[in-house]
């Protein structure tokens, strides 16, 4: 078996992905990979507190190393970090990369492209599989989610803090992606054939977070015109508390 970690979002993608490698029994996933961020010690993107996301460890059984990123993280301080961490996991026998992507080109290629350099291979068991399929096949497996982040470009609050579930995907409108494959929505998953035990947690408050862009125009991530802009500035967060 071959020495792999898990690059673990904390979702519901990440949670199939690790579903299906553990049933084929030809990679042995030994540790699991998240990015946070440090400023706020919450699950970088989903906003899920750390607390929740080593309880996920814990009842996965899987050891968890976390990277810790600034609240404000340039390309160029993400790729170094990330170079050094993923260049100490092959020093310590690493030889494979998990990911849950389904569709998304050019994230493949770029983790491709960077894993290369320090000559681990990656792994996608979801990839190219139609998105409707994948969360009914979630949803059948006995796995459980919560809706934890929505992208405000596509979704209102009333859709955050919901459970993933039938009635959710038939409220989606036409143009969000049932997976949320285009960062429309984030889940925690809580439960499911590969945990051990539930992981407890009671519902916060919504809080809508708006982002600028950086203004280093090598980091740019987007253009100047407003038509064209290929980021996302407005998410509706729902703050999951850890049961004591």
């Not at 059984?61 to 260049?87: E, F, G, H, W």
């Not at 989606?172 to 984030?186: A, I, K, Q, R, Y």
Request: proline share 4%; charged share 25%.
């Amino acid at each position: 078996m071959h020495s792999t970690y898990f690059n673990w979002s904390s979702g519901k993608d990440s949670s199939l992905a690790l579903y299906r490698v553990l049933q084929q029994k030809e990679l042995h996933v030994s540790e699991l990979i998240t990015t946070v961020n440090q400023d706020y010690r919450r699950v970088s993107m989903h906003g899920l507190r750390i607390e929740l996301l080593e309880q996920q460890a814990e009842s996965l059984n899987i050891p968890l190393r976390k990277v810790c990123l600034p609240a404000q993280v340039s390309m160029d301080v993400y790729n170094r970090t990330m170079l050094a961490t993923v260049t100490s996991l092959k020093e310590n026998g690493f030889t494979h990369c998990v990911f849950g992507d389904i569709f998304l080109e050019d994230l493949r290629k770029y983790r491709e492209d960077q894993l290369k350099k320090v000559g681990i291979q990656t792994v996608f068991p979801l990839w190219k599989t139609n998105t409707k399929d994948l969360v009914i096949e979630f949803l059948d497996l006995g796995f459980k989610a919560i809706i934890v982040c929505v992208n405000a470009k596509y979704l209102d609050d009333s859709f955050c803090g919901r459970l993933l579930d039938h009635e959710f995907l038939n409220d989606l409108p036409s143009n969000v992606d049932p997976c949320g494959e285009h960062g429309e929505f984030h889940t925690f998953v809580f439960d499911g054939p590969i945990f051990n035990e539930p992981i407890g947690f009671e519902i916060g408050e919504k809080v809508l977070r708006q982002y600028e862009p950086s203004k280093d125009d090598k980091d740019d991530c987007f253009t100047d015109d407003q038509d064209q802009q290929n980021w996302d500035s407005s998410f509706w967060y729902c703050d999951l508390l850890p049961k004591e």
